[in-house]
């Protein structure tokens, strides 16, 4: 059982959006920052959003993060069939003094 | 550009030891946190340990606390995780990340992250 609750899946057809739920609570979420990554399994996470809703230097626009009280969501616009793979949120947790994550997102682009 | 490879994974018995290692380059090592994060087979990202650039600031995972330690020498721009009474659940792929900083009140979440190291646990 995550820390952090996201749906174990979401599907979309390419072209269209769709969107990634993460909920926490006031220890993680709520008063820390969120990071999105994208997973290709057995390979290294590649970080996504950060801070919430920032874009890394060379990260699609695409791809777009909010934040709203103790949940957070990944967006993701123009659905192409490489995004098709795993997402997961993390949250520094201030009660556990550690690092929480998701337990993951499996992307389906119909 | 930012490069981490994990090494020293392998097979081993339950209570036994293993000793990580994780070679950076490609930026000030010494200025930036590091972490250690597992995945097992077919499973989620768990969180391991934290350590601060300088060593002040070191945090684990209620399920290695005790177990394992996370150390790292600045020199040789090199992060290690000790693992010692190893069970069957510390199974997993074991990445090295960076993250940005520690304090004593909590570090920041990786940015970057090697391509990990396989650690097999198993009679």
């Known amino acids: 059982q995550s820390v952090l609750t996201q749906p174990p899946s979401v599907s979309e057809a390419p072209g269209q959006r769709v969107t990634i739920s993460c909920s926490g609570s006031?220890?993680?979420?709520?008063?820390?920052?969120v990071n999105w990554y994208q997973q290709v399994p057995g390979k290294a996470p590649k970080l996504l959003i950060y801070s919430d809703d920032r874009l890394p230097s060379g990260v699609s626009d695409r791809f777009s993060g909010s934040k709203s009280g103790t949940s957070a969501s990944l967006a993701i616009r123009g659905l192409q069939s490489d995004d098709e793979t795993d997402y997961y949120c993390a949250a520094w947790d201030d009660s556990l003094n550690g690092v929480v994550f998701g337990g993951g997102t499996k992307l389906t682009v119909l | 550009e930012v490069q981490l490879a994990e090494s020293g994974g392998g097979l081993v018995k339950p209570g036994e030891s293993l000793r990580l290692s994780c070679a950076a380059s490609g930026f000030p090592f010494s200025t930036y946190s590091m972490t250690w994060v597992r995945q097992a087979p077919g499973k989620g990202l768990e969180w391991v340990s934290s350590?601060?650039?300088?060593?002040?600031?070191?945090y684990y995972a209620d399920s290695v606390k005790g177990r394992f330690t996370i150390s790292r020498d600045n020199a040789k721009t090199s992060l290690f995780l000790q693992m010692n009474s190893l069970r069957a659940e510390d199974t997993a792929i074991y990445f090295c990340?960076?993250?940005?900083?520690?304090?004593?009140?909590?570090?920041?979440?990786?940015?970057?992250w090697g391509q990990g190291t396989l650690v097999t646990v198993s009679s």
């Open positions: 006031t220890s993680n979420i709520g008063n820390n920052g």
């Open positions: 990340a960076r993250d940005r900083g520690c304090t004593s009140t909590g570090c920041a979440l990786p940015d970057s």
């Open positions: 350590i601060s650039s300088s060593n002040a600031y070191i």
